[in-house]
């Protein structure tokens, strides 16, 4: 087999769009000016080109335009809803802030900054699928409990969470729910208000649009306690002049994926299948990780016995494969990635992990490509070996 390029760490990020691409160009040329320039049409077009790309981000999740606050990054938008939620006046006090051990960093590290500063923390254990335990959920919400924030899907093994039942869970205790919904926004349909969801952390460079631009939902009601303050952009909730390009990028990146999302979710899902049957049939010892069937369309998470991850992904990268591993080197410490931790992998599983995230992009030669390599791979490698045992 010839060897050839194949991307498949879609949930590390994804190339621009070449339509977002071209939507977005302009306005760093012609269309340069400052959206609060409003008294000509230059900044006035900048500032139409912004509130059309909210209306776009808002439309894929069924909020209004209002209640989209355009961020730096998901990071971004994960830290304004937890330092300015558990800092608002809508917090009333409560310091309990309840979120899962398998969420991504943006949000474990803010909570640990928050409990440095005195807040109370709960870490909720998942399942060995990934899936939060409502029951722990139910019992960690107490009379000084102000939010709760659980991710919608895991970005290294997919695992959708039931968002629906844990708002339910939310809101009959009165608390707020966030969802850092970075992994799955613009991938699988998300409806905050049929869900109950309070507020939504979402990136462009998941979506075929640039890195650097990622938004938050605010439900209309809630009052986030601003901590970047400046001029009055974003009516005073985020200060700093608008990245416009991104912006539009972002506005075109959520619309193309809201419109072509069923077609979409089908596709990337038959490829996943195909590479997830194919692995599991060629592949002795190994395992699929992440839930069975509530998982992303484009997630597919394996450990394999005997293998170190890092290794595995080097000699990806030779064939000229990109993936990921959640493997100790791979996370610059000595410990496997959390989330492999968390579903109660031990240490010596998690060590022979992969993922390989499939988007729109990748064909089914990649798929074949991709398990043909991987079986070599790991037939010489574990050949190698002292610990292989057939
Ligand atoms: C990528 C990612 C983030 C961070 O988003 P950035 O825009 O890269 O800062 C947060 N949460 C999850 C689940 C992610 O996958």
Redesign the pocket.
Known sequence: MDKRFVYADN?ATTPVAAEVLNKMLPYYTGEFGNPSAGFYSLGQRAKAAIEEARQNVAAVIGAEAKEIIFTG????A?NMALRGFMHSKQAKGRRRLITTAIE?H??LHTADALRDEGFNVVILPVDNNGVVDLVALENAINEDTALVSI?TA??EIGTIQPLREIADICHKKGVFFHT?A??AFGHIPINVKELGIDML?L????INAP?GI?ALYVRSGIALQSYITGGGQEKGRRAGTENVAGIVALGEAARLKGENMEREMAYVRSLSRRLQEQVVARIPQCALTGHPTERLPGNSSFVFAAIEGETLIMDLNMAGICAATGSACSTASLDPSHVLLGIGLSHERAHGSLRLTLDVMNTEDDVDYIVENLEKILERRRKMSPVWEE
Do not use: C, L, Y
């Open positions: 949930a990054s998901g990071t971004e994960d991504h943006a949000i991710m895991n970005n850092d970075v992994q952390s990136s462009g460079h998941k890195k990622g």
